[in-house]
Each structure stands twice: as C-alpha cells, then as structure tokens.
C-alpha cells in the first residue's frame, strides 16, 4: 500500500507532501526495520528514537512517523508527525496487515496468575473441539504449523509482532486465537488494533506496582482488555463475553463493564456459572465435576481447578460442548516451567514452577504440601528480581517461611540492583515470620548453588521447589541477559555437579 492509504487509518495526521510504496510491516524497533517497511521514531524515557532516523532510512526504511516537527528532525523519506508514536503502532500494523483480528475468534486473558496456563488450556480445549486456533502467550506462538518462542522474559509481543502473528494465522487458514494479554502489554497498547470477542480475567494480585504506581492502576491496565470488547468489531455469529473469576475480589469491578454476557466462574462461589464440585487431588492430577460433565485434568493444585474453570468458562463461550471440554482439559501436556517434575532418579520431588508473585508462590507451596506424605519437607529455592516491585520481596520471603519448612533465597535476575542489597530485603522479611538464618532459611546468591544446597538437603520423600524462574532461558546481571535454564540447572544439581549462575553472583 501507499504511505498516505497507511497514514488515512490515524486521525488529524498530516500527510507528507510526497509519498511512497510501503511492502514491508511498520516498528519502531531498529533491528526490526526492512527494507520498504515504516519505522516509527519515539521521544522514550531513556533514549531518543529520532537519533536512529538515519540508521533507519540506510537499512531501507521508505517512509517514516515521528513525534517531534518536520523540521527539527533530518528525513531523506517521507516523514509524517503523530503526538504518539507508542499509540499509533497497532493500529498502522494492523492497517498494514489486512485487519487480521476481524478474520478470527479472538479470546484474550489477563490476569495476575495462571494466564499462560489458562491461554495452552483453552487452545487445547479449541482444538479438540476441532477448531483450528493459533496461540500467543508468553511461551510460545503457535501459528498453524509454525511455532515459535516469544522472548526471554514473561511480555505481550509488540504489537507490530502481534498483528504479523495473527495476520499469519489467517493465512494458515485458522478461524481463532487465543492471546494473553500481560498488564505490560494492555498499558503500553501491544494489543491495541486487536478485535477481541472474549477476555477473560484469572485473578488481580499485588504485583507490576514498580510500574503501575499503585495496585488501582494496575487493575485499570487489566481492565482494558475488557472495554476493548465494545469497541471491537463485531463478527457473524460471536458475542462479546466477558469470562470473571468470582472468587476475586475486582470481580464486582471487571462484571461491571459493557459486555453482551457475563460467564461467571469459581471454586468458593457456587452460584458461579462454571463450579467445581467433588474435587479429588491425586499424585497425577486432579478430578472434578463441572456441571454433569467428569473432567480429569494432569494439573494439580487449587488454583489450576480455577485455571480449568476459566478456560471452559472460555470456550463455551465461542460454543465448545461440554464433551470437547472434558477431552481438551485431559489432553494438556506439560506446561514449560509450571509444576514441571524433574526426573533424575532421585528419591525426593524436584519441582520448576514459575511462581513469581506472592499469591502464586503461596498456592504452589500450598500444593506441594499436597505431592508429599506427612513429616517430609517441603524445601523451596526463591528470589526476587531487581528493578521491579520492590514491596514483593518481603512478601516473597514471608510466603516462603510461612509455608516451606526450608528456605534458600538466591538470584532472580537482580539486574542492575545489588543482589546482596535484594537477598538483605528477603531475609528480613524470613525473619518477620519466625525463620532463623543458618536453621530455616539461608542466603546463597548464586542460583546453581542454592538449587545443589537444596538436593543436598533433601531426604526420601521430601519435595524441592525451584521457584520464580520457571520457563525462562536467561538470567540478567547488570544489563547483561546470561543463558539460564532453572529445569537444566536443577538436572545438573541432581546429578552432583551444580552449574553456576557466573563466575561472580552478586552485582
């Protein structure tokens, strides 16, 4: 298409006097930039996107959109002015690839926890219902027959990555989509040109204040996926349902918002319209009612019979029968990092979860308890991650010393904070819950070390929990992201030759 038909999508936007042919997707990302595509040059906090406009036009760039005038910036190619250039990039990307969302069901989940396992639960729930769906989530894309991994740490795409993702989908010939949309990515509008027809809302916990500024903000950003369903295009046959967990208390909150329907779920509440009955846990997952319908679920905990309810609650909502419900739910494999077992032969259970929030911590601690015979110990490895929510690391430790019977707090990506500094912060908030340093809980920094501290102490029977790290491939000292992989390292312990996080651990 032609720059000016891209810029007609934007209002009050000026066009550049001259224009050009657009054939490659628009970003604001240097290392994304091809040739023939827009790049979009934004006034950010740390640095200034206009000094790469040069960079930009070398690799190819045909036109560009800034936020500062014409003339304050050099532009060999058509140059266009919007006052935001974060705000405009969803709905360009959209434009550029044909309006995808339109062409799919399109369900999208938020929440503080249990996103990524409620999104896998509600594609496989989908498929064996015979639908074609697609995935986003913060694992993985699957695309038809592609998939691919989506970044180092827990983010929505951009929404350039975003509306390419769904816009292959529709090439591939799928009909829906099921995307998780991060607190992140609803704020700084990743999803923005996205036409959703069902959000569903897991829970809102303390977490992301370091960004949101208060816990208010933070469930206003949750709330947009939410309002986006009346400002979204409508398609044959599909209402707009809003999925809410009743047993949270913002779901007075979140039910409040326009929506054609309302598909309450919960555990607690059994005036819900999806609830749980007869619950049985056992060593290899969990069994329930729901309604008149037996589901045999791999999953084990509370919370992931909560995770199980959303995603039918989702998917009966775009006309999956009870039936294909059943047979999605026991077809779940193993989520990346969630619960996931690691098997060397030992005689105690080595657990990777990525329990990163108070509340998630606390419900797999609470579920460990449930995997081990009375008198065995459940021992958790635990950290909190620098530049982030700092009030989360008292509660991290005191969740831990309330819980686990054993205590290692060690490195999670402290960045460029101390990590001495970080593990100070936890262990006072041990000690606030009755811990003793050198008997209950211990500091040790480097991450490989406290996983092999953790296998030394466990007997037959116990259970060790490697907490906060679950799926992800890397570990971030200063502004360095170093190889890391918790489920490699916890193998390696077990095998008696701990890998080491870096050769210096603290920053």
Not at 193 to 208: I, K, P, Q, W, Y
Not at 445 to 465: K, Q, S, T, W
Request: glycine share 10%.
């Amino acid at each position: 298409m032609r720059f000016k038909e891209l810029l007609a999508a934007l209002e009050e936007v000026q066009p550049p006097e001259h224009d050009v042919e657009i054939g490659a997707p628009v970003t604001e990302r240097m290392q994304d930039v091809q040739p023939g595509g827009v790049f979009v040059a934004r006034a950010g906090a740390n640095f200034d996107g206009h000094a790469l406009i040069g960079e930009a036009v070398a690799r190819g760039a045909a036109a560009v959109i800034g936020e500062r005038p014409a003339g304050a910036v050099a532009c060999p190619v058509p140059y266009a002015v919007v006052p935001d250039g974060r705000a405009i990039l969803g709905r360009l990307a959209e434009v550029y690839h044909g309006y995808p969302a339109r062409h799919l069901v399109v369900i999208g989940v938020t929440g503080t926890d249990g996103k990524t396992t409620t999104v896998s639960l509600i594609h496989h729930i989908l498929r064996a219902a015979g639908l074609r769906a697609g995935m986003i989530s913060t694992l993985s894309a699957v695309l038809g027959e592609r998939e691919l991994d989506t970044g180092l740490h827990v983010t929505t795409p951009t929404a350039p990555e975003i509306q390419g993702y769904l816009a292959e989908m529709v090439d591939a010939g799928l009909t829906h989509c099921v995307l998780e949309a991060t607190s992140h990515g609803l704020a700084q509008g990743r999803v923005d040109g996205v036409d959703f027809d069902v959000a569903v809302l897991t829970n809102v916990r303390h977490e992301h204040l370091d960004y949101h500024g208060t816990w208010e903000a933070y469930r206003e950003a949750k709330s947009r996926l939410f309002h986006r369903l009346a400002s979204s295009v409508r398609k044959p046959g599909q209402a707009k349902v809003a999925v809410i967990n009743a047993d949270d208390p913002s779901a007075g909150y979140f039910s409040a918002i326009s929506a054609d329907d309302v598909l309450t779920y919960g555990i607690e509440r059994p005036d819900a319209a999806f609830n749980a009955t007869r619950v049985v846990f056992g060593p290899g997952g969990t069994r329930f009612d729901l309604g008149e319908t037996a589901i045999v679920s791999p999953l084990i905990g509370l919370y992931n019979v909560s995770n199980v309810l959303a995603a039918a609650a989702a998917a009966s909502a775009v006309g999956v029968p009870p039936a294909a419900i059943a047979a999605g739910v026991a077809a779940l494999p193993q989520i990346a990092g969630r619960m996931e077992r690691i098997d060397e032969g030992q005689d105690f259970l080595a657990v990777v979860d990525f329990a990163h929030t108070p509340n998630a911590l606390e419900q797999v601690l609470t579920t460990a308890r449930m995997l081990i015979a009375p008198g065995r110990r459940v021992i958790c490895v635990v950290g909190s991650a620098g530049q982030r929510d700092r009030a989360k690391r008292r509660m991290m430790a005191e969740s831990a010393a309330r819980l686990a019977d054993m205590t290692i707090l060690t490195a999670e990506d402290p960045r460029t904070e101390s990590l001495d500094a970080i593990l100070a912060e936890m262990a006072e908030g041990s000690r606030a819950m009755g811990g003793i340093e050198g008997q209950t809980f211990f500091r040790v920094p480097d991450r490989g070390e406290a996983l092999y501290r953790a296998v030394r102490m466990a007997g037959p029977g116990d259970i060790i929990l490697a907490c906060g790290k679950g799926h992800e491939q890397s570990m971030c000292f200063g502004a360095i992201e170093y190889p890391w992989d918790d489920r490699e390292a916890l193998r390696a312990a077990l095998r008696g030759a701990p890998l080491r996080t870096l050769p210096t651990a603290t920053v």
